[in-house]
């Protein structure tokens, strides 16, 4: 037998080394990947139904939290624009109570002048002054309250005083000392009056 022949199972490095990555390879096709699914499956139900209780749970607790924010964002964004809205309609309350005081001479000094006959000049004058001031009142919103001769209302009115008049109802009111005002429907300053009763 020739020395050229080789022995059964000889082989070079090279071959070697091609067969051991060629067994690699065809183990890791045999061996399946392990996926999550599979481990899900082989946990006991009582834990699966533990955590999947404690997730929704978690679930609702962050929903209820987003619910309850977004509710404050809407009260916060309701409280602000009812704020900016009175400022816009009350924003003048003070401004007019002080011209109020002068609305009331005004009328008193009319009806002086014409209890006095004053000079008609005079009382043209102090008509027209009233006026302007009375339409710029208006024009913002501010209404007179006069409630010469209606029922007593104490949402509107203050009665100062009671006088016995047996040919007007109870609480009817008799004078009206100093006008009341509205603005924008809201109350700046009440009527003072002089209200009816019955006989003692």
Do not use: C
């Not at 020739?2 to 061996?31: I, M, V």
């Not at 082989?42 to 999947?52: Q, W």
């Not at 624009?81 to 924003?91: L, M, P, Q, S």
């Amino acid at each position: 037998m020739s020395s050229h022949h080789k022995k059964p199972g000889s082989g070079s490095t090279a071959d070697l080394r091609q067969k051991l990555h060629n067994n690699n390879e065809n183990a890791d096709e045999q061996t399946p990947a392990i996926e999550e699914t599979d481990v899900i499956e082989k946990l006991p139900y009582d834990e699966l139904y533990k955590k999947a209780t404690e997730a929704e749970t978690k679930a609702n607790q962050h929903w209820d939290r987003l619910l309850r924010m977004q509710a404050e964002t809407d009260n916060l964004q309701r409280r602000a624009e009812r704020d900016i809205a009175n400022a816009h309609k009350y924003g003048l309350e003070k401004f007019a109570l002080e011209l109020l005081p002068i609305v009331d001479n005004l009328e008193r000094s009319l009806q002086t002048s014409v209890e006095e006959h004053s000079d008609n000049s005079v009382l043209k004058g102090i008509k027209m002054t009233l006026k302007m001031f009375q339409d710029a009142l208006a024009k913002f919103e501010v209404k007179q309250i006069d409630p010469m001769g209606e029922t007593f209302n104490p949402e509107q009115h203050q009665a100062i005083s009671v006088e016995v008049n047996p040919e007007l109802k109870p609480n009817t009111v008799v004078n009206v000392l100093q006008k009341g005002y509205l603005l924008n429907n809201r109350l700046i300053r009440p009527a003072l009056v002089i209200v009816s009763k019955a006989n003692p």
